[in-house]
T-cell receptor, first 113, second 112 residues
Framework: DTAVSQTPKYLVTQMGNDKSIKCEQN?????MYWYKQDSKKFLKIMFSYNNKELIINETVPNRFSPKSPDKAHLNLHINSLELGDSAVYFC????????????FGDGTRLSIL | GQQLNQSPQSMFIQEGEDVSMNCTSS?????WLWYKQEPGEGPVLLIALYKAGELTSNGRLTAQFGITRKDSFLNISASIPSDVGIYFC????????????FGTGTSLTVIP
């Protein structure tokens, strides 16, 4: 069973479109994250949710809106996509007490044309 | 935001050799993590360190929390081809809650 699963794995779309990435974890973790990995492989946190509540919100354009319907899901919606949004987006999860991202999904590769 | 510098940026070694890499920051950290990322996959947590001077092993991997609390080290002994990947450090500063910052990565290639 996949611990942290993201869909879709690949996303190719036009500039200006709106798209969503879904993430689900079956580990029973309380905390979920979204990270962005750029073309130089640099990983940067975007958001973190604990029990559906936003706890980390880094300097991310407000075109990015996370939504956590329950503690097993953290989706990412992106409005008005721009060329600079091209990257790999990773979802991750952890137990609240540890605070560190323990399990990452395999990533969603977003390409903006 | 905080960026951690990893050295070296890339390594090409023969199978069986030992590997050493490090991660440095300008700030004091209270937790250090080491991850490995293989192509097309997400990072996998290898080792977590919580105290200055702490030395922790995971199989052939050994990581240390630097005594200055501004650096960490990862060693891999007797490397094998499946060690190939990018190794990332990540650290948390004492005053930033749960925020972890990632390093720039060390790309490891093992030549059979």
């Amino acid at each position: 069973d996949t611990a942290v699963s993201q869909t879709p794995k690949y996303l190719v779309t036009q500039m200006g479109n709106d798209k969503s990435i879904k993430c689900e974890q079956n580990l029973g973790h309380d905390t979920m994250y979204w990270y962005k990995q750029d073309s130089k492989k640099f990983l940067k946190i975007m958001f973190s949710y604990n029990n559906k509540e936003l706890i980390i919100n880094e300097t991310v354009p407000n075109r990015f809106s996370p939504k956590s319907p329950d503690k097993a899901h953290l989706n990412l919606h992106i409005n008005s996509l721009e060329l600079g949004d091209s990257a790999v987006y990773f979802c991750a999860s952890s137990h609240t007490g540890l605070g560190q991202p323990q399990h990452f999904g395999d990533g969603t590769r977003l390409s903006i044309l | 935001g905080q960026q951690l510098n990893q050295s070296p940026q890339s390594m090409f070694i023969q199978e069986g050799e030992d590997v050493s890499m490090n991660c440095t920051s300008s700030s004091i950290f209270n937790t250090w993590l080491w991850y490995k990322q293989e192509p097309g996959e997400g990072p996998v947590l290898l080792i977590a360190l919580y105290k200055a001077g702490e030395l922790t092993s995971n199989g052939r991997l050994t990581a240390q929390f630097g005594i200055t609390r501004k650096d960490s080290f990862l060693n891999i002994s007797a490397s094998i081809p499946s060690d190939v990947g990018i190794y990332f450090c990540a650290g948390r500063r004492s005053n930033t809650g749960n925020q972890f910052y990632f390093g720039t990565g060390t790309s490891l290639t093992v030549i059979p």
